[in-house]
DNA sequence: CATATTCGTGAGTTTTCCTGACAGGTTGAG
DNA sequence: CTCAACCTGTCAGGAAAACTCACGAATATG
């Protein structure tokens, strides 16, 4: 019975009142009433079998262990409160991690990285593109900005960013740039379809939306990643199929045309936090990208 | 918001499950399910903003974060738990002080005081009997002894020993000792009769149990303790009147005679411990007293 | 002497916490 | 591979703890 501790938020009451020497000012320092600190230290009492404060009309006063207990109960609690206050100040000066698809790092990301250390410098943003496959769940991460479709996994705190728009894009340099310009997309279907293994659904999805037939697509060049993918676009290779965010800026600065505009897929561009960490950063952070978007 | 403590059950159920490293040992070191400490981290865990376990299949294992909070806490609990059984021990180590009038403790408590040393050695009875009213608040006295009646204090808890019966007594050396000796109560009232002055109702409550005319009592020589009384009584000075507990042994020894018995009085010889102290001694001490009445 | 504080206590209610059962996931043996 | 053993997380519901409110007692204060 003795290894047990003493009921600890007795123990946080009696080292309130023992400290201000009042029980009412405990009282007013944990936002509860007197009574409930009274209640409090006599539980303590009864527990530890001695009297903690010697009642003397108004106002009360410590025995000698009572003063005892007070030292020792102020300085562990000042210990801890101490050590929680450094903990949640490490995690707040610790960068914050996010991991991104290395096409959407490129393309979306990067020119708009300096505006965003300007304006979040607290967030400390550090990017992350790992090698395979992007892991939301990683412990290295602490949030992941991707394409994917609803429904969202539960342990996942998902934040909507925008919804996922793709359409061909095809760059002025391409050599029948002119006669595709102003044809129908049905004339896409004799042109060289730049594609990627990471997103195959990408021209069927497409042609379906615009009611053509997706058996007679005929897909070319394939990427490993949708950022070779729109380099070769760039470059001339043939027609690309993108979601509009990461082409916006090669289509303002005319790298890139989409004669065609964009379709909505059922994919949202999202911010998804690890609903265990409950970072107020990653709220920041996703109001920013919304606004940016 | 730093400036205050984490929920402190949680805490304690932190440092349980990171000193084991398991949720459910630290929940059956807690006799709670693990569904309970499981809870109770998750709530730590958000209130600190931090992760503190990665989970990993089966088992756990602490965080960098983790690690440090769980040296913090457990060191501050270790140090309350020593403080704790330190204080206790003290307690226990501590004399207990029983209060008790004079005449009590000479001719009842003191011929016994070798067997009850004997016989309850960690209890280093330490008697008191103070020159003024015995008072069983003060803080000097850890239970007092007396002759009382019902009803009881509410602050204090009571455990009744024996009920006061109170007769004359007289010694055999007093000079009428042969007339009285076979005589009807009544032959008293023209005795001299003995009485102190801290129980001014003890012969009228006698002669009225005999029913006797207790306005017919001549009292004489008075004393102040009822210690002296009976002293005098011995000595053969008159007749007395005393709780039959404290002439006990005088009439065992022929000292004193009581030739007309003991009748009962609404009063009982009862130990009267401070509600707050809830001290297991008293309980000892109570139950030795009635086993030797 | 009335008044304002301060503390203790009891009844009733709110809140918390625990239990018990189930689901998901890993480990190790057959 | 499958299966059992084991560990953890989660949820609904109910028990237990804590709080509030109101009152009474005791003591300073004007």
Redesign the pocket.
């Known amino acids: 019975m003795s290894r047990d501790l003493p009921?600890l938020?007795?123990l946080r009451?009696f080292e309130a009142?023992a400290r201000l020497?009042?029980?009412?000012?405990?009282?007013e320092e944990?936002?509860?009433?007197?009574?409930?600190?009274?209640?409090?230290?006599?539980?303590l009492e009864e527990h530890l079998e001695l009297v903690l404060?010697v009642?003397?009309?108004?106002?009360?006063k410590l025995t000698e262990a009572g003063v005892r207990l007070r030292d020792a109960a102020s300085d562990a609690f000042e210990r801890l409160r101490g050590v929680c206050a450094e903990l949640r100040q490490a995690a707040v000066d610790r960068p914050f991690v996010l991991g991104c698809p290395g096409s959407l790092l490129v393309r979306w990301f990067i020119p708009r990285l300096d505006r965003l250390n300007r304006e979040l410098p607290e967030l400390r943003l550090q990017l992350s593109t790992s090698q395979g496959e992007l892991d939301p769940r990683s412990p290295n991460v602490d949030a992941t900005l991707l394409f994917a479709e609803p429904p969202w996994p539960?342990?996942m705190q998902v934040h909507e960013l925008a919804r996922e728009c793709i359409g061909p894009v095809l760059s002025p340099r391409y050599a029948r740039f002119a006669d595709l310009q102003a044809a129908a997309p049905a004339r896409l279907l004799d042109e060289a379809l730049l594609h990627t293994a990471s997103r195959p659904q990408a021209w069927p999805e497409w042609a379906r939306a615009q009611g053509l037939d997706e058996q007679s697509l005929r897909l070319g060049q394939g990427f490993e990643h949708l950022y070779y993918l729109l380099e070769a676009a760039v470059a001339g290779l043939g027609v690309a199929i993108a979601p509009q965010q990461l082409v916006a800026d090669d289509l303002a600065a005319g790298r890139l045309a989409a004669p065609w505009g964009f379709v909505e897929t059922p994919a949202r561009l999202a911010l998804w936090v690890p609903?265990?960490r409950n970072d107020r950063r990653a709220e920041r952070l996703a109001e920013w990208l919304r606004g940016e978007l």
Request: glycine residues 8%.
């Open positions: 009921p938020n007795a009451a009142a020497e009042s029980v009412s000012q405990a009282a944990l936002h509860v009433t007197h009574g409930a600190v009274s209640r409090q230290i006599r539980a404060f009642r003397e009309g108004r106002g009360v539960a342990d609903t265990r």
